[in-house]
């Protein structure tokens, strides 16, 4: 056996009514003045009072933090630090998104390290310690509360990423009713990005390992028969409780076992065109499979019975196909658009985007078959729609 190595989470705590316990995990790691950092929508929803008020019976005084904007740029960041200097504080919990438990990974480290944050940027470039640090997903996608990054945003078009285990939380905690009231396109978008996860650590070409595989077929089973219910009927309990668990072990999954150029296509997307993450994945999503099927095809007619949920018959380049047609119905059934002409993508923009594309060497590394500009160039076009 392949040698390997795996890092998670100390304590991941699922089940419905959880994120109204945080105090006891507060305690345990000795925090008594918590920084909660969130969004403005999800303040606005109500969703975040009965947390802090649950944090307050039990005799903590959480300070909050409520203006994570989308893709966080660096002030967001900044600006969340430097309450929590000025507020004290003694740990950082996130109720939120991706954004969310992002900036909070960093105002934990930022407050509990000397380092500024230009200098965390890049992979092990943390070298002090963190604040205690809580996070509870409110999406069931980016499975941000087990993995070591947090994505930032540096400038118009471009991100830049936090990596070091140091960014793991002390605890993720795992509460579906959080996710009840998410709209359906956001439930849509956030879901594909999951199943996007278990599907490019399953085929990632150096650190996939027994671990992330099981992680990363159990997840796609989860998200692939939950999707088209919390899409369509938004309140049902078991279907969002599947999809957050899922997301969770996809991330786990992704966390050791990095994802490759359905995201390394995906993030020009997002930065030029403000896409949201989940859509631009979803959008090169076929055809970065049909390209790959050379080199991983035996991987991808696994995973077509595990999405399919049934065995499907044929060679293991019929399988392979089988899994981008049924991915395709998947993003039909949840309405998200299919083609980058319907999502406003400008056909004239394809050779800046595969340009682009090629920066995300780090990306590009994990996946199963070399990618060129030509190659990236020749998905675009595909996935544009069209006959581009
Ligand atoms: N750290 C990682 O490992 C990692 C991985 C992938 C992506 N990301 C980053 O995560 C971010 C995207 O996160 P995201 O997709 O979770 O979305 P998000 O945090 O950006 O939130 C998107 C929108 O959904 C709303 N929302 C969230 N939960 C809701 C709920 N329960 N009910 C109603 N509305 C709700 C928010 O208010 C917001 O308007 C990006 O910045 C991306 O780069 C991080
Ligand atoms: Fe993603």
């Known amino acids: 056996m392949q040698s390997f190595e795996f890092t998670a989470v100390a304590r991941i705590i699922n089940g419905v009514g959880s994120a ?8 345990r790691l ?3 003045r918590p920084l909660l950092v969130t969004d403005p ?37 900044l600006a969340a630090a430097e309450l929590a200097r000025r507020g004290n504080i003694d740990g950082v919990i996130a109720v939120g998104g991706g954004s969310s438990m992002d900036v909070a990974k960093v ?50 078009t471009t991100k830049a990423g936090v990596s070091s285990p140091v960014l793991l ?57 939950n999707i088209r219910t919390a899409v369509h009927e938004g309140g049902n309990r078991e279907a969002r409780e599947n999809m957050l668990l899922g997301a969770c072990l996809a991330g786990q999954a992704f966390a050791n076992a990095p994802v490759g150029a359905v995201h ?24 970065v499979l049909e390209f790959n099927a050379s080199h991983a095809e035996e991987l991808y007619a696994e995973l ?10 044929g060679s293991a380049s019929a399988k392979s196909a089988a899994l981008t047609a049924a991915l395709r119905q998947l993003v039909d059934d949840v309405k998200l658009p299919a083609t980058l002409q ?36 020749s998905i675009y076009k595909a996935a544009y729609g069209g006959g581009a």
Not at 129 to 135: A, K, N
Not at 138 to 155: F, K, L, Q
């Open 41 to 77: 929508g999800l303040m606005s929803i109500g969703l975040i009072q009965p947390v802090l008020a649950a944090l307050e019976k039990e005799g903590l005084s959480p300070l909050v933090f409520d203006q994570v904007r989308e893709d966080p740029p660096e002030a967001t960041v």
């Open 342 to 377: 319907q999502a406003g993508v400008k056909e004239s923009d394809l050779e800046m985007l595969a340009s682009d594309a090629m920066l995300q060497q780090r990306l590009l590394m994990n996946n199963p078959r070399d990618v060129s500009y030509e190659d990236a160039l």
């Open 169 to 225: 939380p002390d605890v993720a905690v795992l509460d579906a009713s959080l996710t009840l009231g998410l709209p359906a396109s956001i439930t849509a978008m956030t879901g594909v990005d999951a199943m996007v996860h278990a599907i490019e650590a399953y085929t990632s070409r150096h650190k996939k390992n027994p671990l992330s595989d099981n992680l990363a077929v159990k997840a796609l089973a989860l998200l692939s028969r």
């Open 264 to 287: 390394a296509l995906a993030y020009p997307l997002g930065g030029h065109y403000h896409i949201p993450h989940g859509l631009s994945n979803s959008l090169v999503l076929p055809c």
């Open 30 to 32: 000795g925090v008594e």
């Open 107 to 156: 105002v934990a480290v930022l407050l509990g390290s000397q380092q500024t944050l230009s200098e965390l940027y890049g992979v092990d470039q943390v070298t002090g310690g963190r604040l205690p640090l809580i996070l509870v997903p409110t999406t069931a996608g980016t499975g941000s509360e087990v993995t070591p990054v947090a994505v930032i945003t540096t400038g118009e």
């Open 20 to 27: 109204l316990e945080l105090a006891a995990q507060c305690r």
């Open 304 to 313: 077509a019975e595990v999405v399919i949920g049934a065995p499907v018959a």
